[in-house]
């Protein structure tokens, strides 16, 4: 259940629609359910239904990605629609993918821009990884690596792996910013550190680019990513190299 969305040859983006940490334990007893609703348990469906229908937005949200794995889409958007006005943001994210992938429903970039945006207000990660893309690609939006590069960035300073990996892509194409492989390369380390295995990738084709010294550096810097967060250590580094 729930499937993976990579789009683009080097963008490691993907549809995430578990829940933030703060709904941690009540979004894994849904999630549960969910799981095993789509696995033809009717208790579990009962169940989650029951708690959707209480209010419950993460249940609602869940019974949502229910339905659309169903390919059950009026009933996905119903009840995706129900957890949003309750300000769910892994709900108002998973519409604005149905919206821009046009899945179950017409596509619709402005739409989907709308619900991503509320979404990353509400801190989704996943939502500023697809509003990055949606820029990159200039999907309902005029075409901008800049703009893509800010919304990857906010994602990557809060800790998301695949984020930080498609900024240390954007350093070593010069996509939005200026070209520098000693930044490409330690944030694609850190990238590989936090478990984004594509990343690796990255590392290989750049160490082919750079002398021993830099290595080093890059090494020191990945080490101070991880210490100050992504924006400040790049702006260290930065200050430090003019």
């Not at 009933?75 to 899945?103: H, M, R, T």
């Not at 000693?182 to 750079?210: H, N, P, T, Y």
């Amino acid at each position: 259940m729930g499937y993976p969305n990579i789009k683009g040859l080097m963008v490691f983006f993907y549809l995430f629609i578990a829940s933030i940490d703060l709904q941690a334990l009540e979004n894994k007893e849904a999630q549960s359910l969910a799981f095993k609703a789509y696995k033809g348990n009717a208790g579990a469906l009962q169940q989650l239904k029951s708690a959707a229908d209480v209010g419950d937005s993460v249940a609602q949200n869940w019974l949502g990605s229910y339905f659309r794995e169903k390919h059950e889409f009026n009933n996905a958007l119903i009840w995706f629609n129900k957890a949003a006005q309750q300000n769910n943001p892994v709900a108002l994210n998973n519409l604005g993918f149905l919206f821009s992938e046009g899945v179950g429903v017409k596509a619709d970039s402005p739409k989907a821009l709308v619900y991503y945006k509320r979404a990353a207000e509400l801190g989704n990660l996943d939502a500023d990884n697809n509003l990055a893309l949606m820029y990159a690609q200039g999907e309902g939006v005029p075409q901008s690596y800049r703009d893509a590069y800010i919304w990857f960035e906010k994602a990557a300073d809060m800790g998301d792996g695949l984020a930080t990996a498609n900024i240390g892509i954007y350093y070593a194409q010069g996509f939005g910013v200026q070209k520098n492989n000693i930044i490409a390369f330690a944030l694609c380390k850190r990238a590989v550190l936090m478990g984004v295995g594509q990343a690796q990738r990255c590392k290989s084709e750049l160490i082919k680019q750079m002398d021993q010294h830099q290595v080093v550096r890059a090494d020191q810097l990945s080490d101070r990513i991880q210490q100050l967060g992504v924006r400040n250590a790049i702006n260290e580094y930065l200050s430090k190299s003019h």
